[in-house]
Nanobody, 119 residues
Framework: QVQLVESGGGLVQPGGSLRLSCAASGFSFSNYAMNWYRQAPGKERELVAGITRLGSSTNYADSVKGRFTISRDNAKNTVYLQMNSLKPEGTAVYYC????????????WGQGTLVTVSS
């Protein structure tokens, strides 16, 4: 059973922090680059952050640079997204994505976790 399960979403005040987790199972985790996407109501899904299969490189959307950090623990088959200095526009469903290094069209998606940034 191939799956990604996100957790850690919830309600947070502007300026606050959350850490999202994504647990992978049923596939060779270390052969997949990992990504976090988000989708706000009425908007298209956008890439927030990505990390290469061994964690050697990361990339971020301009809107979150300096505030978000993506990391992975291959021994635990888990990827994280540390979100600091959250803004109301960060309110969205956050999705974990795994993309096979050897075939970029091979992907696994999680079910999403809702993050609400509001006072």
């Amino acid at each position: 059973q191939v799956q990604l399960v996100e957790s850690g979403g919830g309600l947070v005040q502007p300026g606050g922090s959350l850490r999202l987790s994504c647990a992978a199972s049923g596939f060779s985790f270390s052969n997949y680059a990992m990504n976090w996407y988000r989708q706000a109501p009425g908007k298209e899904r956008e890439l927030v952050a990505g990390i290469t299969r061994l964690g050697s490189s990361t990339n971020y959307a301009d809107s979150v640079k300096g505030r978000f950090t993506i990391s992975r623990d291959n021994a635990k088959n888990t990827v994280y997204l540390q979100m600091n200095s959250l803004k109301p526009e960060g309110t969205a469903v956050y999705y974990c994505n795994a993309r096979y290094v050897y075939s970029k069209n091979l992907e696994v998606w999680g079910q999403g976790t809702l993050v609400t940034v509001s006072s």
